[in-house]
Nanobody, 124 residues
Framework: QVQPVESGGGLAQAGGSLRLSCAAS????????MGWFRQAPGKEREFVAA????????YYADSVKGRFTISRDNAKNTVYLQMNSLKPEDTAVYYC?????????????????WGQGTQVTVSS
């Protein structure tokens, strides 16, 4: 099975940028739609962005549209989340997930494999 492994989290100031990476451990992400989710303290996990295997389709939550960009490098088996214009409300643990779906999905239940998460903290 595939195991996503996130990296790149850390501390940023409001208005700053961070780039998260998600690498495949085990087998590759070949054919998988990939998604990013986040969970802030005391809140439910929420969808952030998703991208299909071919990168032909992407899908974003309204809260990050225009600020975050999801991309993937299939040769490196890595998915990225470029986060710009960060806000304090973006503070959360960010999770990468892999899905067998051929469409970018926002429902967490459609994802089959999850990473351990990486902390992103945005200070005001």
């Amino acid at each position: 099975q595939v195991q996503p492994v996130e990296s790149g989290g850390g501390l940023a100031q409001a208005g700053g940028s961070l780039r998260l990476s998600c690498a495949a451990s085990g087998r590759t992400f070949r054919g998988n739609t990939m998604g990013w989710f986040r969970q802030a303290p005391g809140k439910e996990r929420e969808f952030v962005a998703a991208i299909t295997w071919s990168a032909g389709s992407t899908y974003y939550a309204d809260s990050v549209k225009g600020r975050f960009t999801i991309s993937r490098d299939n040769a490196k088996n890595t998915v990225y989340l470029q986060m710009n214009s960060l806000k304090p409300e973006d503070t959360a643990v960010y999770y990468c997930a892999a899905s067998y779906s051929t469409r970018p999905r926002s429902e967490g239940g459609t994802y089959n494999y999850w990473g351990q998460g990486t902390q992103v903290t945005v200070s005001s």
